[in-house]
Every structure is written in structure tokens, then in C-alpha cells.
């Protein structure tokens, strides 16, 4: 859907899998054995991890401040079943934040949602303001106030709308 370049580091993996269904088209790609490999997920994951996407994308769209497409389990409470530990690196004691198994999706998750939080750009990933659309996108504009995937696309849209609205 859009031509922005992909969301930095973990937040990748986030938006990845906010972005695997069209809302528009309804295609999902987690309905192929393709589309579910490239994100690392089971036959038997697949519920969880269709769950966990609509679950961030509630957030996503909380982010750029707007209401949840619809009712959804809370991230908070998925996220705090993922197993995680920090490791420490004995030369210099550096620590990190890691999945305690690196094969499962939501832990994957957990630690990208952990990291942008010290990052600080957690709440820069969000979700088109579009009700059509509602796909994920790393707001890179100087002031954080992005609200479309795209302006060509679902930003010209709501622009054409609210111009004819004003015609009536």
C-alpha cells in the first residue's frame, strides 16, 4: 500500500505483521505458507499471531489518535505472556533485552516493542488514518503528527472527501 521507506530496526518486525492484511481487499498473506515462514509462524500460531496483529493495530492506531477499528485483546496483556530475559555480555557488561525463545512471534514482538520504548519511537509507529486502510507506518515527519500510510493514496482521498463535502 504505501512507498515509505520500512519502520528502523525492530519496529520492522511490527509493522510487518500489522501490514500482512488489506483491509481494502481483504487479502491476508498469513493465509499462505508463504506469508506465514517469512514471519516465523506455525499452523498452530496462526490464531495468536491474527490476534496479536489486530491487537497492535488498535495501538498503532492510538498512536496517531484514533479509536480501535474494533475490540480487540489489549497489547499489555498479550505481550506480558511473552518470555523474555536480559542478557549481559561478560567482556564489557553491556545488557540487552532478548526472547527467551527466538522461533515464537509474540516474544519476537515483545522485544521490538521493548526496545523502541527506550528508543523513544515507539509511538512514531502508527496506523493510517484511513478506515479502508489502517495500515502501519513509521511517522517520520518532524513533528509526529503523520495521519495516512501515503498522502497520494489515502491522504488525496480524505482530502477529496472533505472538498466535495464542502460543495454540498
Known amino acids: 500500500m504505501s512507498e515509505r521507506s520500512p519502520a528502523p530496526g525492530g519496529l520492522a518486525l511490527v509493522e510487518a505483521l500489522v501490514n500482512t492484511l488489506d483491509l481494502e481487499s481483504g487479502a491476508d498473506t498469513l493465509d499462505t505458507p508463504d506469508g506465514r515462514a517469512r514471519l516465523g509462524i506455525t499452523e498452530e500460531g496462526l ?50 533485552l532478548a526472547s527467551a525463545d527466538p522461533a515464537p512471534l509474540l516474544s519476537r514482538i515483545a522485544v521490538a516493542v521493548a526496545s523502541a520504548l527506550v528508543e523513544g ?48
Open 121 to 168: 519511537t515507539w509511538t512514531r509507529l502508527k496506523a493510517c488514518e484511513s478506515d479502508t486502510c489502517h495500515w502501519a507506518y513509521y511517522d517520520r515527519s518532524p513533528a509526529g503528527r503523520g495521519r495516512w500510510c501515503s498522502m497520494q493514496v489515502c491522504g488525496a482521498r480524505a482530502k477529496m472527501r472533505r472538498y466535495r463535502s464542502k460543495d454540498r
Open 47 to 96: 490464531q495468536p499471531a491474527r490476534a496479536l496483529r489486530e491487537s497492535l493495530r488498535a495501538t498503532l492506531l492510538a498512536h496517531a489518535g484514533h479509536p480501535p477499528h474494533r475490540e480487540v485483546t489489549p497489547l499489555g496483556e498479550l505481550l506480558a505472556d511473552a518470555p523474555l530475559l536480559v542478557t549481559v555480555d561478560p567482556a564489557d557488561g553491556t545488557a540487552a
